[in-house]
């Protein structure tokens, strides 16, 4: 070295020695397979242990199907664990079954051990967090306030309002999205954020509570390369901060590879290899499999694990090879068994005690909750203008053919034809409007209620509140064009009472939406559900089936058809009171008086108020059979039997 050059290379070393001894004394200290280490925060880490995992479905056949069959491993803290394997491998059953997340299924039977820090998972006090594969946000909430929202419903209550921003602004910074702080998560509709801000964004949410154990499911699937590894990146710096992080990933390229400390690979629900990533190549080529040079590992393993169905040759080879290795790795793992009395669950289903509580007021739920439908309904500009355009045009359209009809004979048919369409349209559009969005709602309103960030009723509440200002827009839109353009009743009280029957109705509209969209198992079913009911709504709607001639046995549909409550009370606002011409002098056989059309049409014993309570009742029965379904579709997940050593 120039002697200019020696002070400084000795202040190197004694610093590279100082933190050299620094680090070795963090080095966790474990005895019996537990972890008493904890983290620069003085939280206590985890250390997650599995043995003997089998998940077994029986198919309706009576065949069954092996899921996952005698899986064993360990995650350990600072330590980015990656569950890997092909397509239908086991790496998401595994991932569920790990985090006490498997979805209940019907004839699925679940078996295994899992203990946390040498404690039976149901009793051990810890944190942790799910991330799913799929990202669901609301779209118009930007960073900030998604992150917001989601510390001031789940931070624990002793936190203060200033703490929880605090702690969302600090997340912010550390996942790298003050860039995009601002910016909306959006959707198909609108472009937000990318796919790995969003991936990023999602983890935001779940690291809130400071978890100490992390699994993710697919993390990487559909980012390119740059944003995986970001990704990634960010999961491996968590997971030097001392959280436990285990994720499913599928073919991973190498330097995401090079990043992984410990690997588990399935196939087939069997273990083929669990253990230090840096190992496991050994571990194949000790079996006789090498990867070749300048080859992406994971892409080697991807392809060694997985069974090719191109020809039965290929495929029983493939298959020979699955075996092979998991009877290799078998013989050589240490057995891991950790005896079921240690085991079993005594939390609910498995899942961890901790934040299973709602952390807010039920005000305080309500406020925050209301404050985020306002800003998703008032934000969301594409839908609104599409609706308001959709509603404009109709009245136009309908304005234009029924323009100022006049008191002649034919205009008594023509009236009928414009309350039943005006009837139909208000429906329609709240009715696929709501069927188009709430699905999807739903699915994130159950995620968060897996986490128990609020009740149905605030939410529900605060949703019907904050939607319904602007819900009330577009058929008083609709209404006070077609109304002036078709010359209805000449009363502004009648006028009003037009505007209040079609807001009734596209209320009671939405309110089935919520129903059938509360059940429907997605968005597409939800649109072929729907739309099926309310044809059968119009068909008994007063218009088309005479009141008076629907079969006994068909008597209820009028009575829950909003259709036809909503044209009854158009007729009996629009009717009473007007005179027509009649063709001859003596007005024989005409409709002279508008009383005699409700005779017509079987309405003669009904009033605008009657048909309003009838809508009434309708509304609240789907609001209350979508709070039910909701309230009943909390998550339920399959218990995890313990397994005798
Ligand atoms: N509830 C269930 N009912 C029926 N079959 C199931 C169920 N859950 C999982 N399986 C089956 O178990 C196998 C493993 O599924 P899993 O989702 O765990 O695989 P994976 O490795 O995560 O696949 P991918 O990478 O494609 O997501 C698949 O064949 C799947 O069809």
Not at 66 to 77: F, M, R, W
Not at 142 to 167: I, Q
Not at 276 to 295: D, I, K, N, T
């Amino acid at each position: 070295l120039p002697q200019h050059q020696v002070p400084v290379a000795i202040g190197s070393v004694s610093i590279g020695l100082v933190r050299h001894l620094v680090q070795k004394r963090r080095k966790p200290k474990r005895r019996n397979g537990q972890s008493r280490e904890r983290d620069e925060a003085g939280q206590k880490q985890v250390t997650l242990e599995w043995d003997s995992i089998s998940c077994t479905i029986t198919t309706k056949k009576g065949g069954t199907k092996e899921v996952l069959q005698d899986v064993s491993g360990e995650a350990k803290p600072g330590r980015l664990l990656a569950i890997m394997g092909p397509s239908g491998g086991g790496k998401t059953s595994l991932l569920n079954a790990l985090a006490g997340q498997v979805p209940e299924t019907k004839g699925m039977q679940l078996q295994g051990n899992v203990r946390v820090n040498g404690q039976p998972r149901g009793r051990a006090a810890y944190k942790q967090a799910y991330v799913q594969q799929e990202d669901m946000f609301y779209a118009q909430l930007t960073v900030r306030e998604t992150l917001n929202m989601a510390a001031a419903l789940r931070l624990p209550r002793s936190m203060s309002p200033r703490e929880k921003e605090a702690a969302a602004e600090a997340l912010i910074r550390r996942l790298g999205l003050t860039g995009s702080a601002d910016t909306p998560v959006g959707d198909a509709k609108k472009r937000g954020l990318s796919g790995g801000e969003k991936k990023r964004l999602s983890i935001g949410c779940e690291l809130l509570g400071n978890p100490k154990l992390l699994f993710l499911d697919e993390p990487t699937s559909g980012l390119d390369s740059f944003a995986a590894e970001k990704v990634m990146q960010t999961l491996k710096d968590l997971a030097r901060e001392g959280c436990t992080v285990v994720c499913s990933i599928h073919q991973p390229r190498s330097s995401i590879f090079a990043m992984f400390d410990d690997l588990l690979i399935l196939s087939e629900g069997k273990l083929l290899y669990e253990g230090s990533a840096e190992a496991s190549l050994r571990f194949f080529e000790a079996q006789g499999y090498h990867v070749p040079e300048h080859y992406n590992p994971a892409e080697f393993i991807a392809d060694l694990t997985a069974v090719d169905p191109s020809s039965p040759d290929a495929e029983a080879a493939s298959r020979r090879t699955i075996e092979k290795l998991h009877a290799a790795f078998a013989s050589q793992a240490v057995p891991r068994s950790m005896g079921a009395s240690s085991s079993s669950s005594s939390g609910a289903n498995g899942i961890p005690s901790t934040g299973s509580e709602v952390q807010c007021s039920l005000p305080v739920q309500a406020k925050l909750l209301f404050k985020r439908s306002w800003r998703q309904v008032s934000r969301d500009k594409a839908t609104n203008i599409g609706r308001a355009m959709s509603n404009v045009s109709s009245a136009i359209i309908f304005g234009g053919i029924f323009w100022r009809m006049g008191r002649s004979q034919s205009s008594v048919q023509d009236r009928m034809g414009l309350l039943q369409v005006g009837a139909i349209n208000a429906a329609m559009s709240s009715l696929v409007k709501c069927l188009n969005v709430f699905p999807k709602e739903r699915t994130i309103v159950q995620r968060e209620r897996a986490k128990s960030s609020y009740g149905v009723a605030p939410y529900f509440l605060s949703k019907l509140a904050a939607e319904s200002p602007i819900g009330a827009f577009f058929p008083l839109l609709f209404a006070s064009i077609v109304y002036p353009a078709a010359g209805l009743h000449p009363k502004l009280s009648r006028f009003a009472k037009f505007c209040g029957i079609l807001t009734l109705e596209s209320f009671a509209s939405t309110s089935l939406g919520l129903a059938v969209g509360s059940f429907a198992p997605s968005t597409d079913a939800a649109l072929a559900i729907g739309p099926g009911v309310m044809v059968l709504f119009i068909v008994f709607g007063g218009y088309y089936v005479n009141a008076g001639n629907v079969p006994k046995a068909l008597q209820w549909v009028p009575s829950a058809s909003l259709i036809k409550q909503a044209f009854e009370g158009l007729c009996d606002n629009e009717f009473p009171g007007l005179r027509f011409d009649p063709l001859s002098a003596d007005g024989s056989g005409d409709i002279v008086q508008g009383e005699q059309v409700l005779q017509r049409l079987g309405f003669e014993d009904s009033t605008v108020l009657k048909t309003v309570r009838t809508q009434t009742r309708i509304l609240l029965f789907n609001y209350w059979a979508t709070y039910c379904i909701l309230k009943a579709r909390k998550p339920g997940f399959q218990t995890m039997e313990p397994v005798i050593a």
